[in-house]
């Protein structure tokens, strides 16, 4: 099993979509899970942290189920902005593991 | 101002020259990291730093040496680049080992 693997997509939606993006992880050991989001050739930006009880940001919505060893992004009323790559990240014990992320594409 | 600088921007050398990709940071973070970036292998990790007197190998360190010159700096040498080093590279700080990484601007590097 690949330490945190993500469905690469790419996702395509349109405006005000709901989309949902899943990840896990092989480290059951693991604490801190991120999301990030990448654009085309830029820096990976810190999204949100994702809580055991879950937490939400506006729009996104994360969610950590440990028992599954599973992390979700939820991404409501979808906007054209929204169109990036978004990386799942797992704490590894000395460094972040990066899946390798799935794109969306947000179309008007 | 960035936070997390990475120089230069942008690098096209030659097969068996040596290069240097610097990083500097204001975030007052003890650990300091060097990834490189192809498209489909996602992020990888070269080396990382928790301090000034500490060096660690990543999941990819040959062919890569790193130095940690003060908290704020950590550079990334490629001794003799090859074209397989052709990538996008990031450097990136942290607070805590179980905290989010932030990153700079990346440095496109081309070996012909």
């Known amino acids: 099993r690949k330490e945190v693997e993500q469905d690469p997509g790419p996702f395509n939606v349109p405006e005000g979509a709901t989309v949902a993006f899943n990840c896990t992880y092989s480290?059951?050991?693991?604490?801190?899970f991120f999301w990030y989001r990448q654009d085309c050739r830029k820096e990976p930006k810190l999204l949100m942290s994702?809580?055991?009880s879950g937490n939400e940001d506006g729009r996104f919505t994360a969610q950590l189920n440990r028992a599954s060893q599973y992390i979700s992004l939820l991404i409501r009323d979808s906007k054209l902005s929204d169109s990036a790559t978004y990386l799942c990240?797992?704490?590894?014990?000395?460094?972040?593991?990066f899946g390798k992320g799935t794109t969306l594409s947000v179309s008007s | 101002d960035a936070d997390v600088t990475q120089t230069p921007r942008n690098r096209i050398t030659k097969t068996g020259k040596r290069i240097m990709l610097e990083c500097s940071q204001t975030?007052?973070?003890?650990?300091m990291y060097w990834y490189r970036q192809d498209p489909g292998l996602g992020l990888r990790l070269i080396y990382y730093?928790?301090?000034?007197?500490?060096?660690n190998k990543g999941e990819i360190s040959d062919g890569y040496s790193v130095s940690r010159q003060a908290q704020a700096k950590f550079s990334l040498s490629l001794e003799s680049a090859i074209p397989n080093q052709t990538a996008l590279y990031f450097c990136?700080?942290?607070?805590?080992?179980?905290?989010?990484?932030?990153f700079g601007d990346g440095t496109r590097l081309s070996i012909l």
């Open positions: 990136a700080t942290s607070e805590g080992w179980n905290q989010p990484q932030h």
């Open positions: 480290n059951s050991a693991s604490q801190s």
């Open positions: 994702v809580y055991s």
């Open positions: 990240v797992v704490n590894g014990g000395t460094a972040l593991i």
């Open positions: 975030k007052g973070h003890d650990r």
């Open positions: 730093s928790f301090d000034v007197k500490d060096i």
